[in-house]
């Protein structure tokens, strides 16, 4: 399921405020900044800051080489711009 772009354009991290990387076909967020994810279950984001899942460092890599192709992003904003800020 797709999350409304409504949604997208105001959910940010519960941890650091920042916008995320949606990824519809895995169903998650994606903060690249903290390398945490956050699910989405039956078209809800579980976005409490104790859901957040730590990301290995490979996993990490790969979901930044998919993203360009692959992901959405929260807050309007440019994949690239989350992407500089993951680095």
């Not at 995320?20 to 994606?30: C, G, I, Q, S």
């Amino acid at each position: 399921m797709v999350l409304d772009e409504r949604l997208l354009s105001v959910l940010v991290c519960p941890i650091d405020k920042g916008a995320l990387l949606y990824f519809a076909v895995d169903a998650v967020l994606y903060n690249p900044r903290l390398r945490r994810v956050y699910r989405v279950e039956s078209g809800i984001p579980l976005m409490r800051a104790d859901q957040a899942q730590p990301v290995e460092p490979d996993h990490h890599t790969r979901l930044l080489r998919r993203a360009p192709a692959e992901a959405g992003t929260t807050l309007d904003l440019p994949v690239a711009h989350l992407l500089a800020s993951a680095e």
